[in-house]
């Protein structure tokens, strides 16, 4: 049996984590630590991790995380890099905050204002490169894991293919997606605010200043074999969890609603969480409830001459906690899917 330390459990993300470690048959909970909440049972953060009410949150140190096979961040941004420093390197250490996911360090400082602490192989197993090469390659025995942002995952995922099978124009991609609020952390945030958020959905982040542009940019840049640009544009939706990503690109001369959708079927045939719809089925948000699945759908839309991909993930399962646990079974040689749920919890 491996051991798996949570920072951050105190927190959405390392909250999730849990709930799916407790469903895990390979891994078992060690330590659970926190920042504010370090001392409280976790029973009193998440009271729906029953099994484990009773446990005591300990503080976030080098010393807590210490003696573990696997150790997962789920901190703020810019509190991983110096911990992680301090944890030995044959220890498997998943980061689901931002710092490792960039290679540009010029972006990085353009988009989080900080030092760029360095660049980890990137969580996303199922994206592909041009020349058709996984992610999920060089995250096989990895030990140090860059775990995607969430609007990332959907928006990469759902244009990915047409960029692999040279189908999509590299320039002009706009993609608009919304979140629930969860994707925003625990901490009490003014617009997030029940009053406010209830049925309501806002823009935020609007003029290409999302910190998950660049990173957006970047995954479909390698799928291109070529600079892609992106407007991307977040919302805020009255839900607790899901993303719905709406992603349109130019179509490439000569594509086709047969030759798109080839394409799409091509790239997650054998994925066993990315699952292409069939045709006139679009995804929702409910679907992927809890389960750590990615549903797509795509169309071409003749009259504009662009394509229209459409992706939903569950952004605290596959768009966080689930590609961490994911991530962690390829780092351990274990079968990809192992202990992670297939389905949802609908309706
Ligand atoms: N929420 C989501 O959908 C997604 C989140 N992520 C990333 O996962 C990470 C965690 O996010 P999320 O769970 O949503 O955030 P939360 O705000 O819900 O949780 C943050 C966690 O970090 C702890 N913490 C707060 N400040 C510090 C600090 N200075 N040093 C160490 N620990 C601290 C908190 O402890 P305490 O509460 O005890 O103070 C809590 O356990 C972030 O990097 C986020 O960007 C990535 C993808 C999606
Ligand atoms: C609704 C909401 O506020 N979502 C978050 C994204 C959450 C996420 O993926 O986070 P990291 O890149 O921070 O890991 C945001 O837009 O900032």
Known sequence: ??????????????????????????????????????????????PHLTPLADRVLVETSAQTLAGHDVVFLALPHGASAALAAQLPDEVVV??????????????????????HAGT????????????????????????????????PTACSLALAPGYVAGLLEPEDVVIVAASGTSGAGKGLKAHLLGAEVMGSMSPYGVGGVHRHTPEVEQNLSRAAGAAVTVSFTPTLAPMPRGILAT?????????????????????????????????????????????????????????????????????????????????????????????????????
């Open 1 to 46: 049996m491996v051991t798996a330390a949570v920072a951050g459990a105190s927190g959405y993300a390392g909250g999730e984590i849990v709930r799916l470690l407790l469903a895990h048959p390979a891994i078992e909970v060690g330590a659970l630590t926190a920042a504010s909440n370090a001392g409280s049972r976790l029973g009193e953060v998440h």
């Open 120 to 151: 980890w192989p990137y969580g996303l197993p199922e994206l592909a490169d041009r020349d058709g090469a996984r992610h999920r390659e060089a995250l096989a025995g990895a030990r140090r894991v860059a775990v995607p942002g969430c609007y």
């Open 247 to 347: 992603a349109t690109a130019k179509a490439a001369p000569g594509a086709t609603a047969a030759s798109v959708r080839e394409a799409w079927h091509t790239a997650y045939a054998d994925e066993p969480f990315v699952h292409l719809l069939p045709e006139g089925q679009w995804p929702r948000t409910a679907d992927v409830l809890g389960s750590n699945c990615v549903h797509v759908q795509v169309a071409l839309d003749e009259r504009a001459g662009r394509v229209v991909a459409v992706a939903a993930v569950d952004n605290l399962t596959k768009g966080t906690a689930g590609a961490a646990v994911q991530c962690a079974n390829l780092a351990l040689g274990l079968p990809e899917t192992t202990g992670l749920p297939l389905t949802g919890v609908a309706p």
């Open 94 to 115: 998943i980061d689901c905050g931002a710092d490792f996911r960039l290679g540009d360090a010029q972006a990085w400082a353009q988009f989080y204002g900080s030092e």
